[in-house]
């Protein structure tokens, strides 16, 4: 991985701006009702979500926010949890008005006694966060942005 003095500028400053985004979007994800986080998501499409797709240069845009997602995460001093980071997707594929769907899903723990929840964001084939174990999780609500 490149030194932050070897990072094309564009990339430093959205990282920057994922990294700040993060700490309201944490707090969000803990005080803000999930009726009030369902609003601000987009349109509610129950389980049968569709992933929109996305014209080249529109793709090449959120490959790049997803490597500064994981960029930003991994230089934290906190675990930001999915939620957190997929309102920041949210909200920065919605400023740069890219179509995406933000997906909920759960699945049983290892102990299988308990559920976890998990969230992330879909824009096209391109999973900007959360998504690499998606497949282990069962969508229970998904919200599509077109």
Same mark, same amino acid.
């Given at each position: ?7 094309? &500028? ?15 979007? @944490? ?8 009726? %009030?986080?369902?609003q ?5 499409? %129950?389980?049968?979500g569709s ?7 529109r793709?090449?845009?959120?490959? @790049?926010?997803a ?10 001093p906190?675990r930001h949890p999915?939620?957190a980071?997929?309102? &920041? ?7 740069? @008005?890219? @179509?995406?769907?933000v997906?909920? %899903? ?14 992330? &964001? ?7 966060c959360?998504?690499r174990?998606? %497949? ?5 609500r ?5």
């Amino acid at each position: 991985m490149k030194t932050a003095s070897r990072m094309p &500028v564009a990339m430093l400053s959205l990282t920057l701006a994922i990294w700040l985004l993060l700490w309201p979007a @944490r707090v969000a994800a803990m005080v803000v009702p999930s009726r %009030g986080l369902a609003q601000v998501l987009g349109r509610d499409r %129950g389980i049968e979500g569709s992933i929109p797709q996305l014209d080249a240069r529109r793709r090449g845009q959120a490959a @790049r926010l997803a490597d500064a997602v994981e960029l930003a995460t991994r230089h934290t001093p906190f675990r930001h949890p999915c939620l957190a980071q997929a309102l &920041v997707c949210h909200f920065i594929l919605w400023l740069i @008005r890219t @179509r995406h769907t933000v997906f909920f %899903g759960v699945r049983r723990a290892d102990s299988g006694e308990k559920m976890e929840a998990h969230a992330w &964001v879909m824009a096209g084939d391109i999973a900007v966060c959360g998504g690499r174990d998606r %497949g282990e999780y069962t969508v229970v609500r998904c919200y599509v942005n077109a």
